[in-house]
RNA sequence: GCCCGGGUGGCGAAAUUGGUAGACGCAAGAGACUUAAAAUCUCUCGACCUUCGGGUCGUGCCGGUUCGAUUCCGGCCCCGGGCACCA
């Protein structure tokens, strides 16, 4: 009787054979290609969801399949442990953030251990312990005494009911998640990084990431959004300090009718204590969120200050604006406003009756009505004084060279990007390295008194929302400067700041430094995987700090990740019920029973509950608010981790979005069946079997073609990651070797496919792969064998299936001698009946043959 | 609002990215085996027409380039991701 497949005891077993092997322990080894493979580490949430599974099978399928190339393969894994759902479970659980943590780590740990990833456990880390971040606040320190650390005031989301400062997560339409207060922008000091001093270099070297894709070079791109414009100061009436602004459309000054000033500018503040009106609507300003998503679609208001300002140029006396959209934080807090050529001053216009000038004019001549919508397009300057007539590119130089001999403006770079603020106001973070001190101010923690550890036995209450603001054990310290009493920075670093080096700290286990020699064999990062969600900031802040980290010394490279391979969503259906309070009950999926029509559309769901409909929400993002999460260790207990694992692989390519349907992870489980069942089968006559000359007839040549082409294809596949078809061909094979018969020669064939799938198959499923390579007699580890290559003599036909179309319409099929000229094709093309009946008594214009493809005939 | 993707059978997808649209799998249907069921195996499976040879249409929509377009170009529609304090 054949052994069953039982991958619970089949997977425990193969794991613990790595295990004691130190199969994935690695070292450097400089005469070895080294090959560093890195998924994003996850936040330990509690449990592992899908979108954790399919990143991480992707990083191993990687990793393993490099290390069948003969590479020195390093794949480490750790914790992202900082954030704010741990104060949320805190708050709701009253048990402290460190103990939530650390269960949570231990839990997914079990189940990563699970799923077979070939991880290096020795380099774990996890971010929230003081042996990790110590380092960053040596780190910012170092910033800090290079100058690229300040400080300066930043907007934040205020709930004056909960007199906190809340993440934009906890705003929801407009309100404070737990107050249900209106939130309010409200201005702080904060911490500061100067990311754009290292914008040129950031946006530059995108051109150099060849193996990134387009997409999020792309993104980044934008992001730094590098514009080439004019700053230039505008004079107050009666007053003497100026309205400095920027502007990329300097050809357009002479058409600027107002100037807009944030709410919170101290302009219009100085403006508004005579004002009261005016302090008012400065007020109603401050309300709503900080995201710009909100502050791009919120409806325009502004209110004139009632203070004028003076053209630099015309000298002719404009109004400034109090303007909701302007923000204070952002550039200068100012814009120049030019109805004409603008959309939104347009809009803003029109609502304040404020004129509306044409300054520039298509290039064609075509006219046009400024007052019915702005003209945005470069042309030529008219009504602009000295500049009329000049095109739009003459007159950006013109301008900026008039303005410059004035001493009122100059030519200048700007950036989209702003500098990186790194304060949030938690508890649960890495603590910031500063002192106040009442006499010397701003002082860092001396390096050598470094952690500052953050306390982790915190006692929580429901009045606890952040336990160290107000700890005085705590914040209370002595300054290193002067030795009188002072107060510790109680903000905690953004949790990017954790997630911007991890990746490099792997390579350095338990230095006693930042990073050591180590880091430089195995850096850069040669493949990089994560969700696409992280196109631009956790990547874009990786690759400043590797730049920081460059400059301090530490590292060679100037690029932390060489390929990068962003995996799509993982989204499910959602659905939901509409509450009284007009609040939303949200459904997972598995509580769901969906009715279909007799084609399979959805036409309703039903709670199997209840049996009553719920609203069907559509595909998202797997999430927590919306309930439709599938918790993937339900099929990892019933189909063990290699069905989850091809399943994941199979069902869509790694970039783009997996729409999740149970369905499909029988089939695949059926696969690996029907696998077993047939090296079983044979496992006695196959392990024995000698290689020996063998002849082979037509169908085992054909055969053994198509078990090639197929091998062909999969490594290609393997090359562009396309691991879905990977499967699809080992799938292709193993029908093929199903075909064979029982010869001697039909063995050999058998025993060859079943060493190429076994092999394509081991990076994927790797349990059932080791397990069968072993029973066949390859081997002990399928992991050190030769990766497969194609027989290029099995892969040789003596004909080639053409297609033959009739003014492109195919109309037949022939076979034609493999490496024949162009003419024998079109000969044989013109023999073919159905061809001829097409062709009738049409005259032929022209033929075009396509070698080994196609002949095609236009004729009319 | 801005930036970036995506849209192909009932479903997930494939097409070596200008050359046979739908490989592989799911679901469904029919049959074989079985007392029966499960499992397994075989066949069918885009729509419409058909004299059963084949024909017409079909890759979100409209238009263009080409002998030939899922693929390239222009314009739209819908869905998803990001927008700096979720990670």
Redesign the pocket.
């Known amino acids: 009787m054949q052994n069953q497949y039982n991958p619970a005891v089949l997977e425990a077993e193969v794991q613990s054979s790595w295990v004691n092997n130190r199969t994935f322990e690695v070292s450097e080894d400089p005469n070895k290609e080294k090959f560093y493979c890195l998924s994003m580490f996850p936040?330990p949430s509690g449990k592992l969801h899908m979108g954790h599974v399919r990143n991480y099978t992707i990083g191993d399928v990687i990793a393993r399949y490099q290390r069948m190339l003969g590479k020195n393969v390093l794949q480490p894994m750790g914790w992202?442990a900082f954030?704010?759902?741990a104060e949320n479970a805190a708050l709701k659980n009253r048990v402290a953030p460190a103990g939530w943590t650390y269960e949570n780590i231990e839990y997914m740990k079990k189940q990563l251990k699970r799923l077979g990833f070939g991880y290096d456990w020795r380099r774990e880390l996890a971010t929230c312990q003081p042996e990790y971040y110590q380092w960053e606040q040596w780190l910012f320190i170092e910033l800090f005494k290079k100058g690229l650390v300040y400080r300066k005031n930043a907007v934040?989301?205020w709930d004056p009911v909960d007199q906190t400062?809340?993440?934009?997560?906890q705003v929801v339409d407009g309100r404070g998640w737990r107050s249900g207060a209106l939130v309010e922008r409200r201005e702080i000091p904060?911490w500061f990084i100067k990311i754009t001093d290292y914008a040129d270099e950031l946006l530059d070297e995108i051109d150099q990431l060849e193996g990134w894709p387009?997409?999020v070079r792309?993104?980044q791109r934008?992001w730094i959004g590098r514009s080439f414009g004019v700053q230039m100061d505008f004079g107050i009436e009666g007053q003497t300090e100026v309205l400095t602004i920027y502007t990329t459309r300097p050809d357009t000054l002479m058409g600027v009718t107002y100037v807009a000033v944030a709410a919170e500018h101290p302009l219009a503040l100085r403006a508004a204590e005579q004002n009261p009106e005016l302090a008012d609507f400065i007020e109603a300003c401050r309300q709503g969120g900080?995201?710009?998503?909100e502050l791009?679609?919120i409806e325009k208001k502004g209110m004139p200050l009632g203070i004028n300002a003076v053209h630099p140029v015309s000298g002719e006396i404009i109004p400034v604006y109090a303007a909701n959209f302007v923000l204070m934080g952002y550039g200068t807090g100012a814009v120049m406003a030019v109805p004409g050529h603008d959309e939104r001053d347009h809009a803003f216009a029109i609502k304040y009756n404020i004129p509306i000038k044409q300054v520039i004019r298509p290039k064609d001549g075509s006219s046009l009505d400024i007052q019915a919508g702005a003209y945005v397009e470069k042309g030529i300057l008219q009504d602009s004084g000295p500049f009329s007539e000049l095109s739009s590119e003459e007159a950006f130089d013109a301008i900026a060279d008039w303005l410059q001999e004035r001493g009122k403006g100059a030519k200048s770079k700007n950036y989209?990007?702003?500098d990186w603020?790194v304060?949030?106001?938690r508890y649960w973070g890495t603590p910031i390295p500063m002192i106040h001190c009442a006499q010397c101010g701003i002082v860092p923690v001396p390096q050598e008194e470094l952690p500052v550890r953050l306390p982790e036995d915190i006692v929580y209450d429901e009045s606890t929302i952040n336990p160290i603001k107000n700890n005085s054990e705590f914040s209370a310290c002595r300054c290193p400067k002067c030795g009188g009493e002072a107060e510790r920075e109680t903000d905690t670093f953004?949790?990017f700041m954790e997630s911007s080096w991890y990746y490099a700290r792997y390579t350095s286990p338990g230095a006693d430094a930042m990073l050591d020699e180590r880091a430089n064999y195995w850096l850069p990062v040669d493949q990089y995987v994560g969700g696409?969600?992280?196109a631009?900031?956790h990547l874009l802040y990786a690759r400043f700090y590797h730049k920081l980290l460059r400059d301090a010394g530490l590292v060679k490279s100037d690029e932390p990740f060489t390929h990068l391979l962003t995996q799509g969503?993982v989204?499910a259906d959602t659905y939901y019920r509409e509450k009284a309070d007009g609040n939303r009950d949200w459904f997972n999926p598995t509580e769901i029973d969906l009715v279909c029509d007799e084609?399979?559309?959805p036409l309703t769901a039903k709670l199997k509950a209840d049996s009553e409909p719920v609203v069907i929400g559509?595909?998202?993002?797997m999430s927590k608010s919306k309930n439709n999460g599938i918790d993937p260790q339900a099929l990892i207990d019933r189909y063990g981790a290699d069905t989850v694992r091809l399943y994941t692989m199979?069902?869509?390519?790694p970039d783009?979005?997996?729409?999740w349907?149970d369905?499909?992870v029988?089939?695949a489980y059926?696969?690996l069946?029907?696998l077993w069942a047939l090296v079983e089968s044979q496992q006695t006559t196959l392990s024995t079997l000698l290689p020996g000359e063998v002849a082979y007839g037509e169908s085992q040549k054909e055969s053994r073609r198509e078990l090639h082409e197929l091998l062909k294809k999969a490594l290609y596949d393997y090359q562009r990651h396309?691991f879905?078809?990977v499967?699809?061909a080992c799938?292709?094979m193993t029908?093929i070797l199903?075909k064979l018969g029982g010869s001697k020669a039909d063995m050999v064939i058998l025993k060859e496919g079943l060493s190429l799938v076994l092999r394509l198959l081991a990076p994927i499923s790797p349990h059932v792969a080791h397990h069968l390579w072993r029973e066949l007699g390859f081997g002990d580890e399928i992991l050190e064998s030769d990766w497969p290559e194609p027989d290029e003599d099995a892969l040789k036909q003596e004909s080639l299936?053409y297609?033959v179309?009739v003014?492109?319409?195919?109309?037949a099929?022939i076979q034609v001698p493999a490496g024949a000229e162009k003419s024998v094709a079109e000969q044989l093309a013109l023999e073919n009946e159905?061809v001829l009946r097409f062709i009738g008594d049409l005259t032929i214009r022209?033929v075009?043959v396509?070698p080994n493809?196609?002949v095609?005939i236009?004729a009319n």
């Open positions: 936040y992202d954030g704010l759902p934040v989301n400062v809340l993440a934009n997560e904060q387009e997409q792309t993104m934008n900080t995201t710009e998503a791009e679609t989209r990007l702003r603020g304060s949030r106001q953004d949790t696409i969600e992280h631009v900031l969503m989204v084609k399979g559309r559509g595909n998202e993002k199979f069902t869509s390519p783009q979005s997996l729409e349907r369905d499909g029988e089939g059926r696969f069946k029907r396309r879905n078809n499967v699809s799938m292709g029908n199903y299936a297609v179309q003014n492109g319409k195919v109309r099929t159905n022209k075009i396509v493809k196609l095609n236009v």
